[in-house]
């Protein structure tokens, strides 16, 4: 049944790979951001949807819109930053507003949280990404709340894929202490398909969604390199220096990708669960390096680059 579907925060990775995903489906999709230049992105790619540039932690007209939707998904969220007031206001302010415009009407809700809500690690991203599911659970809605770990895929401007172009642009490619801190990256493709899964059948729950496949963040970035063929060398930093560094380009860039908040993250030692996905939502795991050759191979996909 053809549903009709508000994507607040719909111009991120989460949002692009859904739309990619079920823009033939049939479903009337109202997409919203308030990032220009990749909600343009999105109108180009897929000029039969409804696009709104709106920062939905402010009133205006976009809240009309989400009173008459069958169906939300909750995509936006502030990852990186400086700054506490821009998670606050991203993932606790706009999340309020959204549930606010949406009232009684109760549609279904898809809530995109993070595993970090179950993490060890201590930051403003961890923080309100935790008040926000909060608000999602007492909102009294249908609802279902997915947990992803850290993604990848098509239109990845934060993670795997800026890892990829710096790899691409600098002459050695450095590695904070000995690189071996556990990640469970997820295909964000996969990810789109669970979220398609659940806006057609209406799952409820809480659900934490890892990559199937446990790696090692040193033996990510030689997986990267042999995919597409790099021949950028590979070094090991100290961890200190590292954090130095991070910290001294953060004086010199406003936003930057990477922040020693995110480095310290990137150590804590965290062991996500792993559940039976593939099955639970009937759709399969891409195998990684699969989903890696997908994301940086793909014809028409892999060039298409988000901005910061």
Not at 39 to 54: F, K, N, S, Y
Not at 159 to 180: A, C, S
Not at 224 to 244: C, D, G, M
Request: hydrophobic share 45%; charged share 20%.
């Amino acid at each position: 049944m053809s549903k009709r579907i508000f994507l607040p925060g719909a111009a991120g990775l989460v949002g692009q790979n859904l739309v990619a995903r079920i823009a033939a489906s049939g479903q009337e999709i109202v997409a919203v951001d308030k990032h220009r230049a990749n909600l343009q992105v999105l109108g180009r790619l897929h000029p039969e949807i409804t696009i709104i540039e709106a920062d939905v932690a402010e009133p205006g007209p976009w809240q009309a819109e989400a009173a008459t939707c069958d169906c939300v998904v909750m995509l936006q969220a502030q990852i990186g930053g400086l700054h506490r007031q821009e998670f606050e206001r991203n993932n606790v302010t706009a999340t309020r507003r959204v549930l606010d415009a949406v009232g009684a009407r109760a549609p279904y809700l898809v809530h995109v949280s993070s595993s970090v809500v179950n993490s060890a690690a201590e930051d403003f991203y961890t923080e309100t990404k935790a008040a926000q599911e909060s608000l999602v659970q007492a909102c009294g809605l249908k609802q279902v709340i997915l947990r992803p770990t850290l993604m990848f895929g098509w239109f990845d401007r934060k993670h795997v894929g800026w890892l990829k172009r710096f790899m691409d642009r600098t002459p050695v490619f450095p590695i904070p202490g000995n690189g071996r801190y556990l990640r469970q990256p997820l295909f964000a493709g996969d990810f789109a398909a669970i979220i398609a899964a659940c806006i057609e059948r209406e799952l409820t729950g809480a659900y934490n969604i890892s990559g199937q496949e446990r790696i090692d963040y040193g033996d990510l970035i030689r997986l990267i390199r042999s995919v597409t063929a790099s021949r950028t060398p590979i070094v090991q930093i100290p961890y200190a220096l590292f954090w130095l560094l991070l910290a001294t380009y953060a004086i010199f860039d406003r936003n930057p990708p990477f922040t020693t908040r995110q480095l310290e993250a990137l150590v804590t030692p965290d062991v996500f669960e792993v559940i039976d996905w593939p099955t639970i939502f009937a759709t399969p795991a891409t195998p990684l390096r699969q989903a890696l050759e997908i994301t940086f191979l793909d014809p028409v996909y892999a060039s298409v680059a988000l901005q910061f």
